[in-house]
């Protein structure tokens, strides 16, 4: 792939984190296709659907900030490929790492996340996610 499809898809990466880490759950919903999956890590069914994915998350998020944890994703190391249904295709590193209030940050998951795209009218949204653990 080109330098400026990647370039894209970091920029694409670096909005969807700030939404969802910033409580934004309407833009991150919005990153994703109303058909959507997002495969999670020791799930044998997705999540479906750009709505119920934003739900998921902001469930989570409510869990966190009832025990003053901020969390944030850090995503480094994107390759891009083309895949066999001619979509394009990320696989990337997200960590993530909680801090509670007045304490020291620490990385909860070390993930590999693959992401299949699809562009609507010059808009990048995820069609399909899905995210295994790197480490124990």
Known sequence: ??????????RFYAQQVHAVDAGDFTAY?????????????????????????SE?????????NSQ??????HVTMTGLHE???????????TVIVATPLGGSAV???????????EERDGVLRIR???VTRNSP
Not at 1 to 10: D, N
Not at 32 to 45: C, I, Q, S, V, W
Not at 107 to 117: R, V
Request: with cysteine; aromatic share 6%.
């Open 1 to 10: 792939m080109t330098l400026p499809a990647l370039s894209r898809i970091q």
């Open 29 to 53: 919903r919005d990153t994703f296709t109303e058909t959507a999956t997002f495969l999670l890590p020791g799930e044998t069914e997705p999540v479906s659907g750009s709505q119920a994915i």
């Open 56 to 64: 998921h998350s902001e469930k989570h998020a409510a869990r966190r």
């Open 68 to 73: 003053n944890i901020v969390q944030r994703h």
């Open 83 to 93: 895949s066999a249904g001619g979509y394009l295709t990320a696989r990337s590193c």
């Open 107 to 117: 990385i909860t998951a070390a993930l590999e996340c693959e992401d299949e795209f």
């Open 128 to 130: 399909r996610r899905r």
